[in-house]
């Protein structure tokens, strides 16, 4: 079956024309849709933004007045931490003068005695000592000489010398003798010959003999001992925060 359209091709063309400007229409407000939702979206998001930039300067702000305020707490322990280290070299400094004598005393001989012990500004142990005999003498010498790390070098500043001898072997016998004995005088108050003199040598020499071998002989000598680098750093006196360098000890 054959359908034939007799109807004129304008009649069609009103309708045509009509669609297509309720298509157009529709776009026109789809699009005008979108962008106004578009730009409400991105007027959010910057206001969004705008705060959290807002936020980022106000912490940022605080995270400079926090880091100033620590800056200032730090200048303020320094001092303290100063004196308290300075306070521990002070404790430290005291108690090794302590044990600086007791290893000294661990190295002394037994029969020798100190009657003076000074400390040089310049690290070394000046001693004043004395023994009863030349081989005592050399006993000390040869302990203080192991005593490697207490001292660099050992010397003996003053050689022995006989001293404070007091005899007691019988009537007649001189009272006292010296290694450095001045002339002595004769009977008469003159001044001793030279046979005089031998014979006064002699009996003095005896009389040493008598008190060496009753033990009442005292030689008397001085050390120069100088504390190693070690030591010496331990007893020079530490420096106050602010107080210029001493280098001495104390």
Known sequence: MIKINLLPPNLYEGKVIRNIGIAFGVFALVIAGGMIYWNGTITAKTATIAEQATYAEQLSKQADGIKSEATSMRSGIAPITDKVKFFDAVKVHNESFGELYS??????????????????????????????????????????????????????????????????????????????????????????????????????????????????????????CQLTPDWKTKITAPVAPGAPAAGAPM
Do not use: C, W
């Not at 000074?118 to 023994?131: H, I, R, V």
């Not at 207490?150 to 022995?160: C, E, H, I, K, R």
């Not at 004769?186 to 060496?212: D, F, K």
């Open 103 to 224: 290893e000294v005393a661990r190295f002394t001989y037994t029969k020798v005695r100190y009657s003076q012990v000074t400390l040089n500004p310049d690290g070394s142990l000046a001693l004043q000592a004395s023994a009863p005999s030349i081989g005592d003498i050399g006993r000390y010498l040869l302990n203080m000489y192991t005593a490697k790390h207490l001292f660099q070098s050992v010397v003996v500043s003053t050689a022995p010398t006989l001293a404070d001898i007091t005899l007691n072997a019988g009537a007649g016998t001189t009272p006292a003798a010296s290694s450095t004995p001045t002339a002595p005088a004769s009977s008469s108050g003159a001044a001793p010959t030279a046979a005089t003199a031998g014979i006064e040598a002699i009996a003095r020499s005896q009389a040493n003999q008598v008190a060496l071998k009753r033990g009442k002989m005292t030689f008397t000598f001085a050390m120069q």
